[in-house]
């Protein structure tokens, strides 16, 4: 008799034991369930997750007693609720734990657009020939210097301006005209003088298309060039190389810095509109490269339905989770997820249930409860 009381209260000791480390399991499903569902703000309340955590954990703390004391079918809906808390606790872990290193694989895919872009720059820009800026700097320079000599824009300043044109015009540049400038207006050298400079030096630096078609190209490409590159001043980045170099040395998640990591994504999302409207103002002109062939410029948001770039905006919310978890499945780290969720909701409860129905008597011990309150044991859920 006393062997059989020490084996009772051994195995009483066991249920409890592994009840205190089901019931753990349980709340740290409950509240990550609660997270994991909380941006859909559950009877519309901010905090209608918990509500919802709450009744799935009740539901699934009365299956998971009634089928330790033997109940088969309660097995069934304890596997229905372990299931819910498992996609939702998904739904939790998996951004709070890889939002940077998420982040950090967009920033790199929308980089290497962005220079696949830029790269085709030369297909569309066309510098002027060298001989031809210096023969617009002669007209320009004849053109001032007869406006000075006559105190205003003469006959001799009309021929040097028109000499200009002319070769501007290949290039495919608005000719200048004399305008209403009397004979004697002093402020023509000035006027003349700003207005040939300026086209002699976006000629010089590549900033003027070849053709008005060139033009267009340009003025769409121009603003992403000056966002993205380097600066010509030392120790100088881009606006656009400090966002790259900013969310690849950060390593704190959303969860551990929300307003740097929103203001990394604000960022990373100017820069696609910059991308993809020259993308597709480019892409519309249907312009050709030197064989002929049409240059494509990539767009990032290439299909309607797809999430509008970049992706990590939509951190936390089921469509990016499972979108992102099964285009990322070659990774370490989305199965560490994986297997430590299932772990928590699946293997820990499953575990426990095993060891207490070995250890279970035959008067419902099996449970918490069946050792508190012996009886006949269940047999209806």
Request: charged share 20%; proline share 3%.
């Amino acid at each position: 008799m006393e062997e059989f009381d020490k084996n009772e209260n051994n195995s009483f000791g066991l249920t409890l034991v592994g009840w205190l480390i089901s019931l753990c399991a349980f709340a740290l499903g409950f509240y990550h369930t609660a997270e994991g569902v909380s941006y859909l703000k559950p009877l519309g309340l901010e905090y209608g997750g918990f509500i919802l955590s709450g009744l799935i954990s009740l539901m699934l703390i009365l299956a998971y007693s009634r089928a330790v004391q033997g109940v088969k079918i309660a097995l069934f809906f304890y596997l229905v609720c372990a299931t819910f808390n498992f996609v939702f606790n998904l739904n939790s872990f998996y951004p709070n734990m890889n939002s940077r290193k998420l982040l950090q694989e967009e920033a790199l895919q929308i980089k290497d657009t962005i220079l696949l872009n830029l790269s085709k720059k030369d297909k569309i820009i066309e510098q002027a020939d060298a001989k031809d800026i210096i023969n617009l700097e002669s007209s320009s320079q004849q053109c001032i210097d007869e406006i000075k000599k006559s105190q205003g824009f003469g006959e001799n300043a009309k021929k040097h301006l028109n000499s200009f044109n002319n070769l501007t015009s290949k290039y495919g540049i608005e000719p200048i005209t004399a305008g209403s400038y009397d004979v004697k207006n002093p402020n023509a050298s000035e006027v003349f003088g700003n207005a040939m400079n300026k086209i002699i030096a976006d000629l010089r630096n590549g900033l003027v298309g070849k053709g008005k078609v060139g033009n267009q190209a340009y003025n769409s490409l121009n603003p992403l060039i000056t966002k993205f590159e380097v600066p010509r001043t030392k120790n100088a980045t881009s606006p656009a190389d400090s966002i790259f170099k900013e969310i690849s040395d950060n390593s704190k998640t959303k969860d551990e810095d929300g307003y740097a990591y929103a203001k990394s994504v604000k960022a990373l999302e100017d820069l696609v509109k910059l991308n993809d409207n020259m993308a597709q103002t480019i892409n519309g002109i249907k312009l050709k490269d030197k064989s002929g062939s049409f240059i494509k410029m990539a767009n990032l948001n290439t299909k309607g339905s797809e999430l509008l770039f970049p992706k990590c905006k939509e951190v936390g919310k089921f469509n990016h989770t499972i979108d992102s978890m099964y285009n990322r499945l070659d990774k370490l780290d989305t199965w560490g997820v994986i297997i430590l969720v299932f772990f928590i909701d699946f293997i820990i409860p499953l575990g426990i249930y095993f060891l207490i129905r070995r250890n279970s008597t035959n008067n419902s011990k099996g449970s918490l409860i069946g050792h508190l309150f012996p009886g006949k044991k269940p047999e209806k859920f």
